[in-house]
């Protein structure tokens, strides 16, 4: 299987676009978010989306197939550590896609925090051998241990889903973030080492980027701010899933979310940036299949 290979440099979150083939590259988008995991290590959740018209369609029964593989990797150099999930997709309907049409996924696993981490994401067309891409970069796995007021990545998706990325009592229809159309978007995020019973405010705003820094430091956009008081869990995790409703127009935009202990002056932040596209072309949102979840050397 032939499959090209592209750095996406310090910009992990987002794919370079590529000039498609016959046979031979298969453009996706794709975006890393991170959570405080289990026993210590962190959660990495990989959103993937590839257009409908980028591969092979089958029909049988009545039905037109659309079917692709990806694969998450993630490995640490210094500690020789690898971790790995590989996964399918299918996806049947009645009648062909528009070639714009999103057809998007999700796959999560667990590993060390450090930085000294190499990713890679890699979609294959399932149907078509020799149609694939490989993406990757360096990226720095955080630690969301201690006791320092912290906050998760911002993972952003399509709002009122049937099914999706499920977190606690959140469900997201994960995009990745060049991918956004010009609606509504909910906004999920969890916030660390808050004490319980504490008053504390979250402000969510939103900047229009286009590319001088006078852009950056100008009005928001968007600006809400909520107050309460903190009920974490169990685990110390407070998540919180927002609902963005006004309809941005397309352009660049960084989204960050603050938020300050009233009890004690302590504030974390957290931003993300995305870019509304403005396509209407829809979306259809598949669990992933696990084929194989794989970790190897030292715990």
């Known amino acids: 299987m032939r499959l090209t290979l592209s750095v996406a440099g310090a910009l992990v979150a987002a794919s370079v676009a590529m000039v498609p083939e016959e046979r031979g590259p298969l453009p996706f988008e794709y975006d890393l978010y991170t959570f405080r995991g289990e026993e210590g290590r962190t959660r990495v959740v990989a959103a993937f989306a590839v257009s409908a018209g980028e591969l ?29 999930t590989d996964d399918s997709v299918f996806v049947g309907t009645p009648s062909s896609l528009d070639g714009d049409h999103l057809l998007h996924t999700y796959v999560e696993l667990d590993a060390p925090p450090s930085r000294d981490t190499q990713q890679r994401v890699i979609m294959t067309d399932a149907s078509t051998p020799g149609v694939g891409q490989l993406y ?127 009890d004690t002056g302590e504030t974390a932040q957290s931003s993300r940036e995305f870019q509304v596209r403005g396509w209407r072309t829809g979306t259809t949102l598949v669990p992933a299949l696990p084929r194989r979840t794989h970790a190897r050397g030292a715990p």
């Open 56 to 84: 092979h369609r089958d029909e049988e029964d009545g039905l037109s197939r659309y079917r692709f593989d990806v694969s998450f990797i993630v490995t640490d150099t210094a500690l020789q550590t690898v971790v790995r």
């Open 136 to 262: 990757q970069s360096p990226f720095s796995i955080p630690d969301y241990g201690g006791d320092e007021l912290l906050l998760s990545d911002i993972a952003l998706g399509l709002p009122d889903v049937d099914q999706g990325w499920e977190r606690g009592s959140a469900a997201l229809a994960l995009l990745p973030t060049r991918l956004f159309p010009e609606s509504a978007f909910d906004v999920y995020y969890e916030i660390y080492n808050l004490p319980g019973d504490h008053a504390y405010a979250t402000e969510i705003s939103i900047r229009v980027l286009t590319g001088g820094p006078e852009d950056a430091e100008g009005a928001p956009a968007v600006r809400t701010v909520f107050t309460g008081r903190s009920a974490p869990g169990g685990d110390g995790a407070l998540g919180e899933l927002r609902r963005v409703e006004s309809a941005l127009p397309q352009g660049a935009y960084r989204l960050t979310v603050t938020v300050t202990d009233e």
